[in-house]
């Protein structure tokens, strides 16, 4: 597709549980970000990676967060033992370098009972 | 830590009239800031970057200035329309990672 495409759009998981969140970024952008947003906030720095490694992953919350992009295109962040705390948007991000504009998706938001 | 400050505040203007943003970041210089509309339910989406080496910046109705001593960037929407009406976001790069990060946004309302 020509944007940036995050899947799914809602997820609804119990306390306790694992979520993955996928993004695909758009076709040969090397910058991908993860952010997280709260109502009324702006996007939360989570995890920015410059092709297959992560560049700065200093905004992960704790080490129930973890994100991959293995071959350099599609990221997944994965997040252990849900807490109702981690209830936002997930945004994903791409750019074609650092210092050009990026490109959000939708979003997936996540909602932990 | 690095604190990047925006209005908190909504604004809410007449039509016709000129909207200023702020956007005050403490400690060093950026070399990138970036300026993005986001409305509900929705990503951000990009307006315009200005460099650090850079006053000014503008496109159509927008404009961009950025003072490295005063640590401040304003955004103006001039001839303001109802349809601007949504949540401005500011964004900085860093030399050093270069990861961007947001302030938590000023909500604007236009009123016909």
């Known amino acids: 597709g020509a944007g940036v495409s995050q899947t799914p759009s809602n997820k609804v998981t119990e306390k306790g549980k694992y979520v993955e969140l996928r993004c695909d970024p758009i076709s040969g952008h090397t910058a991908l970000y993860w952010y997280r947003q709260s109502l009324g906030q702006g996007p939360e720095f989570l995890i920015y990676?410059?092709?297959?490694?992560?560049?700065?992953d200093s905004g992960l919350p704790n080490d129930r967060f973890f994100a991959v992009r293995p071959e350099g295109s599609v990221s997944t962040l994965k997040i252990q033992r849900t807490e109702r705390g981690d209830s936002a948007v997930y945004l994903c991000?791409?750019?074609?370098?650092?210092?050009?504009?990026?490109?959000f998706g939708q979003g997936t938001r996540l909602t932990v009972v | 830590s690095q604190k990047i400050e925006q209005n908190s505040e909504a604004l809410n203007i007449q039509e016709g009239k000129t909207a200023t943003l702020t956007c005050n970041y403490t400690?060093?210089?950026?070399?990138?800031l970036q300026w993005y509309r986001q409305d509900p339910g929705r990503g951000p989406v990009f307006l315009l970057l200005?460099?650090?080496?850079?006053k000014e910046k503008r496109k159509e109705r927008l404009k961009v200035t950025f003072d490295t001593t005063l640590k401040q960037s304003l955004f103006h929407i001039t001839a303001s329309q109802p349809a601007d009406s949504a949540t401005y976001l500011c964004a900085l790069i860093y030399n050093q990672g270069g990861k961007l990060i947001f302030g938590q946004g000023t909500e604007l309302s236009v009123k016909p």
């Open positions: 990676f410059q092709g297959t490694g992560a560049a700065d």
């Open positions: 400690n060093y210089s950026p070399a990138y």
């Open positions: 991000a791409s750019s074609l370098n650092r210092d050009t504009e990026a490109f």
């Open positions: 200005i460099r650090e080496n850079e």
